[in-house]
């Protein structure tokens, strides 16, 4: 349950009251607090005096644990100030009692989005002329593993012209203090702490040959770090330059089309096509990333020789608001876009090669209804490595959605969302996740999950629904209770279809 209350205009939250068949009792507060010149935040803690701990029952949502602790506990603070209009301060505290807290309480908000929340400070100063920012992250709980910060600052040029002229230059300098943590291990014998300052400048030119545009770049990158993989005290560089160029060329051509069929309706269509080519050539480093220690993207350099070809098709239509109305407004928007994108790998030692297919289509035939799909296609192993493909609709009283999701040999993932209004009182949802990887022997798939929702709007000034859920394995029946003239207020109970 959660009681709502509200202080005054700048203090308000919930109180959660929850009692659970196995592990008892449980209770926090959400806390939502606005400080004006000193920011807003929100501040939240949640207290369980776990029964299963003592009988042994498995009753987490971890497959194989019983509840690891009798006293479980998290404590989260989330705050942002903004010192002026270029400068502004976040960070957020986390402490919780054992790893499988949030995966247990707050499994569908949170967990499904970000198993272990983060440990940091932020200061951000960004200008249209440059950025920096200081991040200090750290590791408050030891069964989160983390590459801790203490602190990185980040110092950015952007793009910026050198002079009138059509040369321009970029500069973005990282000064780290690293330290790789693992799960379960004590701070003090945590030993992969390391210094790195990471430089890099980029000069580019712009040019146009003709209806093309081009730009040619070079840049260097210059690496310090203070040890190696092997932890010994030893400063060394790592260097290594980049080059390549990017051109484009747009085309575009008008059609005085005329089509008013099936409810789509076009007075003029434009088509433009863009086809653009990449290039980047980046040096081997003058130390392999396997004598470094990892800590993030920038110790994994390596030879790198790739060639990108992108072709975009844009479809915009012109129709008035009423056919055959001179005096109707004149609409225009996007029917289609497309791009397919070729990616060659040129390798030094072996002939070059087309790595992968990539592909992004977007159709709106109607105002009230879209369909996209993308896709990844490996050519060296043959195989679609992800795809994903979404409807929406949205007109009168029907909402629908669908979504398929595929990734190779991970997950098959059909999603469908169906909400009708049957009259202004009443709405009936049903909203289903259906996984077909997950095969079972008599089924050959297994339903993720299923929901029924049915509403009942203004029912004695309240707003009532009835929901069935159906979730791992386990069944859910709710009520709520929703004051219908303060729809903001309503509860995140139902489940709905969102795409990619």
């Known amino acids: 349950t959660k009681l709502r209350y509200h202080a005054n205009r700048d203090h308000d939250g919930n109180v959660l009251l929850d009692v659970r068949e196995n592990q008892g009792f449980a209770w926090g507060v959400e806390h939502f607090y606005r400080l004006h010149s000193f920011g807003q935040g929100a501040l939240r803690t949640y207290f369980v005096d776990d029964k299963c701990y003592e009988s042994g029952v498995d009753c987490t949502r971890a497959k194989d644990h019983t509840s690891p602790a009798e006293s479980r506990y998290r404590i989260q603070d989330r705050h942002r100030v903004k010192v002026d209009d270029s400068t502004s301060v976040t960070f957020e505290l986390n402490k919780m009692s054992d790893e499988y807290l949030i995966q247990d309480f707050f499994y569908r908000d949170e967990f499904e989005r970000i198993a272990f929340p983060d440990n940091y400070v932020s200061v951000v100063h960004a200008t249209d002329a440059y950025s920096v920012s200081v991040l200090n992250r750290y590791r408050v709980d030891e069964f989160v593993p983390v590459v801790e910060r203490l602190p990185e600052v980040h110092f950015d040029t952007h793009t910026q012209p050198i002079g009138d002229s059509p040369l321009y230059f970029r500069n973005e300098d990282t000064v780290s203090y690293l330290n790789r943590t693992y799960k379960d291990v004590p701070d003090s014998e945590q030993n992969e702490e ?37 932890g010994d005290e030893r400063t060394f560089i790592r260097n290594n330059a980049e080059a390549g160029a990017d051109a484009s060329v747009k085309f575009f051509k ?215 859920n159906r979730s791992h394995g386990e069944n859910g029946f709710f009520i709520t209770f929703t004051p219908s003239a303060f729809p903001e207020t309503s509860y995140g109970r139902t489940q709905q279809y969102f795409s990619s």
């Not at 000069?203 to 092997?230: E, I, M, N, Q």
């Not at 990844?376 to 493909?389: H, K, L, V």
């Open 194 to 230: 390391g210094a790195r300052g990471d430089v890099r400048n980029r000069v580019s030119y712009a040019l146009k040959l003709g209806d093309v545009a081009v730009t040619p770049f070079v840049g260097a990158r210059h690496t310090f770090y203070s040890r190696d993989l092997d």
């Open 254 to 468: 008008v059609y005085d089309a005329s089509f008013h069929q099936w409810g789509i309706d076009i007075d003029q269509a434009r088509h433009i096509f863009t086809p653009s080519v990449g290039y980047f050539y980046q040096s081997r480093p003058t130390h392999d990333a396997f004598s470094l220690q990892q800590y993030d993207r920038i110790d994994t350099l390596d030879h790198e020789s790739t060639a990108t070809v992108d072709f975009e098709n844009k479809i915009q239509i012109k129709y008035r608001e009423r056919a055959n109305d001179p005096e109707s407004p004149v609409i225009m928007r996007e029917f289609m876009r497309s791009v397919v994108s070729f990616e060659f790998a040129l390798p030094q030692a072996d002939v070059s090669k087309l790595d992968q297919i990539l592909m992004d289509v977007e159709v709106h035939p109607w105002s009230w209804m879209s369909l996209s799909a993308d896709s990844r296609y490996s050519t060296e192993y043959a195989r679609y490595e992800e795809a994903n493909f979404d409807v929406s609709h949205e007109r009168g009283p029907l909402k629908l959605g669908f979504g398929q999701r595929v990734a190779y040999d991970q997950s098959n993932q059909s999603t469908m969302h169906v909400e009708w209004k049957m009259n202004p009182k009443w709405k009936i949802g049903v909203y289903e996740r259906y996984d077909f990887s997950r095969s079972d022997e008599s089924e050959g798939g297994q339903n993720d999950e299923f929901e029924l929702v049915l509403e009942r709007y203004n029912f004695y000034c309240w707003t009532v629904r009835l929901i069935y």
